[in-house]
């Protein structure tokens, strides 16, 4: 849109009061906008910042590692540059620490998952060789039993 009314006005004979009522906007915004466009008497229609939230986290993770050695005025300065508030740096280096601690807190979870699932094996192991222990016992308690009521098949 910004790009239409500035060609518009540069295009055309009306007024820039006229330009500014037919597409909504205030002339001091127009105005702003022509200054913006024309500076060095060439369009700069490129000059599209980016708002922080449309970072990729690579850019953030970029930003992040190029500012952390900076003095807090030479922070401020290349986030006037880049379009940023020095808040948007802490918001982000917050959010990745929180990222990071959660990815621990996962695999340290993950771990003691896999050693419950061990434990319960073991459990489960433990239990059946005592069963299996507890049915030989018996079996040999009776074939003594046996072999003195009935006596001992190879002594006789």
Same mark, same amino acid.
Do not use: F, P
């Given at each position: 849109m910004k790009e239409a009314v500035v060609k518009k006005v540069l295009m055309s004979n009306k007024t820039h009061y006229e330009i500014a009522k037919e597409a909504g906007i205030a002339r001091s915004t127009l105005t702003y906008w022509l200054k913006q466009y024309t500076k060095d008497g060439e369009m700069n229609l490129i000059n599209v910042e980016k708002s922080p939230k449309d970072w990729s986290g690579e850019e953030r993770f970029n930003a992040l590692v190029a500012t952390a050695n900076m003095s807090e005025m030479n922070r401020v300065a290349w986030c006037r540059k880049e379009g940023l508030f020095t808040h948007h740096l802490d918001q982000w280096k917050k959010d990745a620490i929180f990222l990071l601690t959660q990815k621990e807190s996962i695999l340290k979870s993950n771990d003691s998952k896999d050693l419950k699932r061990e434990i319960s094996f073991l459990k489960k192991e433990l239990s059946r #060789? @005592?069963? %299996? +222990? %507890?049915?030989? *016992? *018996? +079996? &040999?308690? &009776?074939? #003594?039993? %046996? @072999? +003195?009521?009935?006596? @001992? *098949? #190879?002594? @006789?």
């Open positions: #060789k @005592d069963q %299996a +222990l %507890a049915e030989t *016992a *018996a +079996l &040999l308690v &009776l074939k #003594k039993k %046996a @072999d +003195l009521i009935w006596g @001992d *098949a #190879k002594g @006789d």
